[in-house]
């Protein structure tokens, strides 16, 4: 069975929030569209909405230009930093799953990623594993991994970016006999574990939602703060969840419900925070 994990890169990182996540939530969401580039002094000002204090920002930034996310320039001799073009690629391949949901129907069939790596790589090992779990893989057997076949073009992507081809073979299934698929299903997936995650999610974020039906008037650095929370907060689940179709799902899947929550989240306090970033930024 699969287990639920972070982003191993460290661009999906969001357990308890850290402040790198919520600077990559920050720069993923309104950075891109002016360059991916922001001042130091604009994203302290932004992170302190979020009660981040300077010296943890400082502390972020650097660890995510370590970690190739970020990159130091300077713009009209202001100094900042901007999304590296492997931070772009990822979160423009995260708006896929983040903002969109894809349709999975059991014609469709399957894709199944078969690999042997020797122990002598066992880090290489450590990297498939991690990367086809945060695609949404399941575990069908041991070095065979199964998702749904809209999946296939994203792992075949990722598998050539990290350079992991020569370790892997992608094949096109369907299944057809002998266990009944439903039980299979809760072999191959953790769905218990990532209902869960769906569950702590709508706790979290539907009495948020429930302020702001209510409020009568508009706070937007208010706005700014719980959207870029909650963006942080869901931008994982899209990615540990297959997206399997709905006839094999449980009866009382969450994660419609916790999408239809993010969805309406977006839609109340996206623009707001937008301009709240405009009268920091000036751009």
Same mark, same amino acid.
């Given at each position: 069975m699969t287990t639920l994990t972070a982003d191993p890169q460290g661009v999906g990182e969001t357990r308890g929030l850290q402040?790198?996540?919520l600077i990559v939530t920050t720069y993923?969401?309104?950075a891109r569209e002016a360059g991916g580039w922001l001042s130091v002094s604009s994203l302290i000002r932004l992170m302190a909405d979020l009660e981040v204090d300077e010296p943890a920002v400082r502390s972020s930034i650097s660890r995510l230009k370590r970690r190739g996310i970020l990159e130091a320039a300077k713009l009209n001799s202001s100094a900042g930093y901007a999304l590296s073009e492997r931070a772009r690629e990822i979160l423009a391949e995260g708006d896929r799953r983040i903002f969109q949901r894809p349709v999975s129907r059991l014609s469709d069939g399957w894709v199944l990623?078969?690999?042997s790596v020797p122990e002598s790589e066992r880090d290489r090992r450590h990297v498939l594993r991690s990367r086809?779990? +945060?695609l949404g893989f399941g575990t069908a057997a041991p070095g065979v991994w199964i998702a749904p076949a809209h999946l296939y073009d994203e792992a075949r992507e990722e598998l050539e970016r990290l350079e992991l081809t020569s370790y892997v073979n992608l094949f096109r299934a369907e299944y057809l006999a002998f266990a009944d698929i439903r039980a299979c299903i809760d072999q191959w997936w953790n769905l218990e574990g990532l209902q869960r995650l769906y569950d702590e999610f709508r706790t979290s974020w539907q009495p948020v939602l429930a302020r702001w039906r209510r409020r009568r008037s508009l706070d937007?650095?208010?706005a700014f703060a719980d959207y870029i929370r909650a963006l942080t907060?869901?931008?994982r689940l899209p990615f540990l969840d297959p997206g399997l179709p709905v006839e094999l799902l449980?009866?009382? +899947?969450?994660?419609s419900r916790a999408a239809d929550l993010f969805e309406s989240l977006q839609l109340l306090l996206r623009e707001p925070a937008h301009r709240h970033v405009r009268a920091i930024t000036g751009r």
């Open positions: 402040p790198r996540a993923g969401a309104f990623a078969v690999f086809l779990t +945060w937007e650095g208010q907060h869901w931008r449980p009866a009382n +899947w969450h994660g």
